[in-house]
């Protein structure tokens, strides 16, 4: 399964690839983190606990990550595990200088899906990791707006 969206910032192209390959950074920005396992600068490993229907447990994550070109693209490998369920997602964003700061095209790959999760209708899959995928963007936003004023 594959998911495509754009998102639109407001600040530069190097300030934002530089906030989105700077791990630390990101991590503070994701909702709903309980803590942080461990951190690298190319591997994070945190607990989380989603507020997701069909997921009522911590959750573990870990972003493996790939700064990519210059100013240009990244991507995440995130792993989650949780009791009886597990996944594997890659996301790359591109991105473009705009007038007004940056366009943002990201795709989210579904590459492994186990245990509980393959028995998830895949369009409740979908919507949830649409949702993840926004908070966490909004989340950077956000935070990369905090951090500029």
Known sequence: ????????????????????????????????????KSMSTDRAEIVLRPKLAFIQADLDLTIEQKPGDLNRNCEWLLKTKAIGSTSQVRTAMELEPTQRGTAMHWSATIEELGGLLKMVPSGLIEAAARRVITDVLTGIEDKMEDTIC
């Open 1 to 36: 399964m594959r998911l495509d969206g754009q998102q639109s910032f407001s600040i530069p192209v190097d300030v934002l690839w530089t906030k989105l390959t700077d791990l630390d950074f990101v991590v503070s920005a994701i909702p709903d983190v309980v803590r942080v």
